[in-house]
């Protein structure tokens, strides 16, 4: 059983910016992808960026330009650096492993943690 325990979350100005963090307890950590999505009230969740095992990066067109994805094999950790946040922003952040690495689907998705809240107030 793979655990992913996201933080960094918090309530920031709109404009502002905040990182997130995902430590990952799989072995193969370097060999999998990773994804981050979110899910505000009342909507369903959905993709925000996610990164493979080669660090390829995709984002979902809502964030591009402004939010950016990383990876630390050596840490086990895999990031979300979100500049120039708008209220629209807000929702529960969770990240989630692929060892395929097939898609972005959520169906696709391993394992999930159990989400870091982000508030962005105007």
């Known amino acids: 059983q793979v655990q992913l325990v996201e933080s960094g979350g918090g309530l920031v100005q709109a404009g502002g910016s905040l990182r997130l963090s995902c430590a990952s307890s799989?072995?193969?950590?370097?060999?999998?992808?990773m994804g981050w999505f979110r899910q505000a009230p009342g909507k369903e969740r959905e993709f925000v960026a996610g990164?493979?095992?080669?660090?390829?990066?995709n984002y979902a067109d809502s964030v591009k330009g402004r939010f950016t994805i990383s990876r630390d094999n050596a840490k086990n950790t895999v990031y979300l650096q979100m500049n120039s946040l708008k209220p629209e922003d807000t929702a529960v952040y969770y990240c989630?492993?692929?060892?395929?690495?097939?898609?972005?689907?959520?169906?696709?998705?391993?394992?999930w943690g159990k989400g870091t809240l982000v508030t962005v107030s105007s």
């Open positions: 989630a492993t692929s060892a395929s690495g097939s898609s972005w689907l959520k169906a696709d998705m391993d394992y």
């Open positions: 990164i493979t095992w080669l660090a390829r990066q």
């Open positions: 799989e072995r193969s950590f370097s060999r999998s992808a």
